[in-house]
């Protein structure tokens, strides 16, 4: 199952980047002094959708979008990172605009199209558990936002009722805890990865989330970095089902001041 939330132009990220984003900082914290350190992460997540959409009146339908092809797929979508860090503490700010239009083959002679808007929000606070000069290891706990609207068209001719819509709006918060490790490797280069779980029936059945990936340091105040992700979400509400899973890679820019 992959969902579509975070998509973006690759020319509108790096030109302008779940929940926990990619680490708006690959380096580590006693890289530099314990005043408050501040990061900003612009990343074109080139990911693709699978998973069960359903809307009231409309059976939950499998939609596939692989990776490859979301940019045939993409009317639109925005997406950064934003982490200001002091000491042990850190607080990590991610918003992803997406609007996607796709078409599958529930049955046979049939086409069903499915469009959906969704703007993705998460806060998050961190607390370093270990650090050392090339490491860092964070406890994460924080909130994922979901706002979606979701329009289906189902079209059978052979049927006697050839036409059918529907449409579907929820909005919906998760909690989530969770870790971050990022490992410097020399002067440039640099890994992270993290991992976070939610839902715990509070709005989703289940939230997660995994990213790992490597950063290269091109000057002293910018990164850029190549990470893969997966994010996976279970809603269920009335006759709305959100139920899919969202991998791919992710290209980013970060800029540190």
């Known amino acids: 199952m992959k969902s579509p939330w975070m998509l973006l ?14 680490p708006a900082q690959t380096y580590t914290s006693h890289e530099v002094s314990s005043g408050w350190e501040f990061s900003l992460a612009l990343y074109a997540p080139l990911m693709g959708l699978e998973g069960d959409i359903g809307v009231a009146g ?3 339908n499998h939609v596939d979008i692989p990776f ?4 045939d797929n993409l009317d639109g979508g925005l997406s950064g990172a934003f982490e ?9 700010a991610d918003a992803i605009w ?24 998460s806060l998050s606070v961190g607390y ?17 936002l979901n706002s979606l609207d979701v329009d289906m068209d189902l079209f059978t001719p052979n049927l006697p009722v050839t036409t059918r819509s529907g449409s579907g709006s929820q909005e919906w918060i998760d909690p989530f ?12 280069w640099s890994i992270y990865a993290s991992g976070v779980y939610g839902g715990f029936d509070v709005s989703s059945d289940e939230y997660w989330q995994v990213l790992g990936g490597i950063g290269y340091r091109l000057t002293e105040n910018t ?9 996976a979400v279970d809603y269920q509400q009335g006759g709305f089902v959100y139920d899919t899973e969202t991998s791919g890679p992710n290209i980013g820019l970060i800029i540190r001041f």
């Open 177 to 188: 805890v969770g870790l971050r490790i990022r490992q410097q490797l020399g002067d440039r």
């Open 98 to 121: 997406l609007k996607i239009s796709a078409s599958a083959n529930p049955i046979a002679d049939s086409y069903l199209r499915v469009s959906q808007e969704q703007i993705m929000a």
């Open 68 to 71: 490859d092809d979301i940019l």
């Open 128 to 144: 370093e558990i270990y650090g050392d000069e090339s490491t860092t290891i964070d406890l994460l706990a924080g909130a994922a």
């Open 84 to 92: 200001a860090r002091k000491d042990r503490w850190s607080i990590t």
């Open 58 to 60: 409309f059976a939950p």
């Open 223 to 231: 990164t850029i970095a190549l990470a893969y992700r997966i994010i």
């Open 9 to 22: 132009a690759l020319t509108t990220a790096l030109h302008a980047g779940e929940p926990v984003a990619p």
